[in-house]
């Protein structure tokens, strides 16, 4: 018998531990794309509500109707027309 097969072998050697690393990268698990737009949203929430943009219409958000919807912007991330689009006006037009 050969000495190789006697001795214990690892699992995984690095080489392959590596191969395996680069298809769990190079192949993510296929995802929507609307599903994919929410999770960047959701991601560079932070910077987007920094700058003052929409994370959902990607415009820049300077005009909303009170305090609450500042807030709101502030949480979500979203300008006045997408908070009113999501959530509705409260008084009807
Ligand atoms: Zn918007």
């Given at each position: ?11 995984l050697s690095l080489d ?14 296929p995802k929507s794309e609307?599903?994919?737009?929410f999770l960047n949203g ?52």
């Amino acid at each position: 018998m050969a000495a190789w097969l006697t001795k214990p072998q690892p699992i995984l050697s690095l080489d392959n531990a590596l191969s395996l690393i680069g298809i769990l990268i190079m192949k993510p698990a296929p995802k929507s794309e609307s599903l994919n737009q929410f999770l960047n949203g959701v991601f560079n929430r932070e910077a987007f509500i920094t700058d003052d943009v929409c994370v959902s219409c990607k415009t820049p958000a300077f005009y909303f109707r009170d305090d609450l919807s500042k807030k709101e912007f502030s949480l979500s991330g979203l300008c006045q027309i997408c908070q009113d689009e999501v959530f509705g006006t409260e008084e009807p037009v």
